[in-house]
């Protein structure tokens, strides 16, 4: 487990130690009375839990990153950690197991380790830069990597309605982001495509992908030969795939 710095394994358990609390609200959403406002109240709460117990970890033992949350304003020039603190919120709201807390070292304007952790299947998705991706397993992790398949007709793309849902072999609209773009490093979705996030929803998951051997663009970037990182995260505007997958995706889109 020598791949897992000491910088990886504080942000890890420090996401655990708080996520605890989202996977007992958890188990607790269904027993709400089935009233919208209730349900809101509630998800409100445990958002604002967990916003505050990462800001409280993350500042104790980093005191010199800034902690940016949400659509908060980020620090120039200075390092930061960038945080989701319930990504699939209104899954939550409707006890669907499919959310999760994501977590960005973002250092000279570059992510630089990233954490995703579904605290309702407990499963935690890691990467740093340049030492590659993996999923977190009870005696061994799990290195991963993107999926092979090179043709739209044959991908499963998460995505809203598209042009891609008369070209691909299946559409998902999955409600969270970050762990859709985990699922594209894990090679179970095989694209990512979506619009108008916050860099929140999607700077780990990037690293992920592309620690997993992936390929990110900016959606409406003219010239593919080469990825725009810092377009992604500024427009909010993503497509997640393998190397060979992505381009063909963007065509599609930008015809």
């Excluded at 505050?52 to 120039?76: C, F, H, M, T």
């Excluded at 407990?122 to 009870?138: I, L, P, V």
């Excluded at 762990?179 to 894990?186: E, G």
């Excluded at 970037?221 to 993503?238: F, P």
Aim: glycine share 6%; net charge neutral.
């Amino acid at each position: 487990m020598s791949y897992i710095s000491t910088n990886l394994n504080f942000l890890m358990t420090a996401v655990k130690k708080v996520a605890n609390s989202l996977s007992r609200d958890f188990s607790e959403i269904e027993q709400l009375q089935s009233s919208l406002r209730g349900h809101q109240e509630f998800a409100k709460a445990a958002y604002e839990r967990v916003s505050k117990g990462l800001r409280a970890e993350l500042q104790k033992s980093r005191p010199n990153y800034a902690v940016v949350i949400g659509a908060e304003d980020v620090p120039v020039k200075a390092p930061y950690f960038l945080v989701s603190p319930l990504d699939g919120l209104l899954n939550f709201m409707h006890g669907i197991p499919y959310f999760a807390v994501s977590l960005a070292v973002v250092e000279n304007d570059v992510v630089t380790a990233a954490v995703i952790y579904n605290p309702a299947t407990s499963d935690m998705y890691f990467a740093e830069k340049g030492k590659g991706t993996f999923k977190e397993g009870y005696r061994n992790h799990e290195r991963l990597r993107v999926s092979s398949r090179k043709e739209v007709v044959d991908a499963l793309i998460g995505a809203k309605d598209t042009a891609l849902q008369y070209s691909a072999a299946g559409i998902r609209a999955n409600g969270c982001l970050s762990l859709d773009l985990a699922y594209v490093a894990s090679g179970k979705l095989d694209a990512v495509v979506s619009t108008e996030n916050t860099p929140d929803m999607i700077a780990a998951g990037m690293l992920l992908v592309k620690e997993a051997g992936g390929s990110v663009y900016e959606l409406n970037q003219k010239d593919i030969r080469s990825e725009d990182l810092a377009s992604v995260l500024a427009s909010g505007n993503i497509i997640a795939a393998n190397a060979i997958l992505g381009p063909k995706v963007h065509k599609l889109l930008n015809k």
